[in-house]
């Protein structure tokens, strides 16, 4: 009996220590740091409509965040973990982790860690509403915070992370999809790398002009005032001659 007890205890203890380093992930990259602010990418508003008139918006924020666990090179198995969703502001949100959906404001999930495909569990949070006044509502939800925890079921203490979100930053989040030559990808727009001065237009896909500036050199473009779609951009200057889409 003692021997079985402390074959169990062994197992038990292998278990808890293959929790080596628990990663929140946005967007399919690790967070760095205890805060996340997520961008206005993630909101999807479908009209609820009949012919040309608008009723009101149909709300979903969906970030994509997900979380991995490191169980250690030389390690292979399975680990337990519990998830901890609270919602901070009162908000009442939705995560769907390890299977069942679950709506409120303090949510606890069981998540299954199994090597080699499931060391990383998308966490399907979500903020569902309805609004008959869309900007009015983008205001209220960038109060939306969210305080995400995960643990090692059996040393919750010793192995766990946390991470706070705001699930509406209202910030754009911007990726150049096509001919990305002068133009990266930046938190909350663009930068640019101009080998000189250059005009650049951006339109939507009506062809409308939505945006236009006159830039040199290097630097950043704030997306904060632009819609989320997809965009045509133009840079013409001297020695500068591009073209391709932007996706806010």
Not at 54 to 82: N, Q
Not at 86 to 114: E, M, P, W, Y
Not at 120 to 137: G, I, K, Q, R, W
């Amino acid at each position: 009996m003692k021997k079985l007890y402390f074959l169990l205890a062994s197992l038990l203890a292998f278990s808890a220590a293959q929790a080596q380093t628990f990663t929140f992930n946005y967007n399919d990259k690790a967070v760095e740091g205890t805060t996340l602010e997520c961008n206005e990418s993630d909101l999807q508003a479908t009209p609820d409509a009949v012919g040309d008139q608008i009723f009101g918006y149909e709300i979903k924020l969906a970030p994509h965040i997900s979380v991995s666990v490191d169980l250690g090179d030389e390690i292979e198995g399975a680990l337990d973990a519990d998830l901890n969703v609270k919602s901070l502001n009162g908000h009442t949100v939705q995560c769907c982790a390890g299977g069942q959906c679950t709506s409120g404001t303090d949510i606890t999930k069981r998540i299954n860690f199994i090597e080699p495909d499931g060391l990383t569990v998308n966490l399907d949070l979500e903020y569902l509403d309805y609004t008959e006044d869309l900007d009015a509502l983008k205001e209220e939800m960038k109060n939306i915070k969210v305080e995400l925890t995960i643990a090692d079921v059996f040393e919750p203490e010793k192995y766990n992370k946390s991470l706070t979100v705001y699930m509406y930053g209202g910030k754009a989040g911007v990726s150049v999809i096509e001919n990305n030559k002068y133009f990266r990808t930046a938190q909350g727009g663009f930068s640019y790398d101009l080998p000189s001065e250059a005009v650049v237009t951006l339109y939507n896909t009506a062809g409308v002009v939505c945006a236009k500036y006159t830039l040199s050199g290097s630097g950043f473009l704030s997306a904060d005032e632009l819609p989320a779609g997809i965009y045509v951009f133009t840079a013409e200057g001297e020695g500068v001659c591009e073209s391709g889409k932007v996706a806010i």
